[in-house]
Nanobody
Framework: QVQLVESGGGLVQPGGSLRLSCLAS????????MYWYRQAPGKERELVAS???????YYADSVKGRFTISRDNAKNTVYLEMSSLKPEDTAAYYC???????????????WGQGTQVTVSS
């Protein structure tokens, strides 16, 4: 059974840094295009960053220059490095993406359960 397992969330002060990890667990052939979303209370879920299999990246204007998305294919892991954090970055952060399983050799999309990031003094 394939799952996206997130870690790294927590409480951080404004101006601080945090690194989120998203590990694809199970019998994995590959991770493909991957995305980080976030959702704050009362707001729609929004795309924060994405990374393709070729490592091309995209960032929302609100995080450009502060966040960096990266991938380690050998570890089946995607990262989101967050710096200069602001209170408005407070949200539940979700990993989403395409994973190809070894056994059935099928490709499906998955959501992680989310990890909470709270930026507060």
């Amino acid at each position: 059974q394939v799952q996206l397992v997130e870690s790294g969330g927590g409480l951080v002060q404004p101006g601080g840094s945090l690194r989120l990890s998203c590990l694809a667990s199970g019998s994995i052939f590959s991770i493909n295009n991957m995305y980080w979303y976030r959702q704050a209370p009362g707001k729609e879920r929004e795309l924060v960053a994405s990374i393709t299999t070729g490592s091309s990246t995209y960032y929302a204007d609100s995080v450009k220059g502060r966040f960096t998305i990266s991938r380690d294919n050998a570890k089946n892991t995607v990262y989101l490095e967050m710096s200069s954090l602001k209170p408005e970055d407070t949200a539940a952060y979700y990993c989403y993406g395409s994973v190809t399983e070894r056994a059935a050799f099928r490709t499906r999309d998955y959501w992680g359960q989310g990890t909470q990031v709270t930026v507060s003094s």
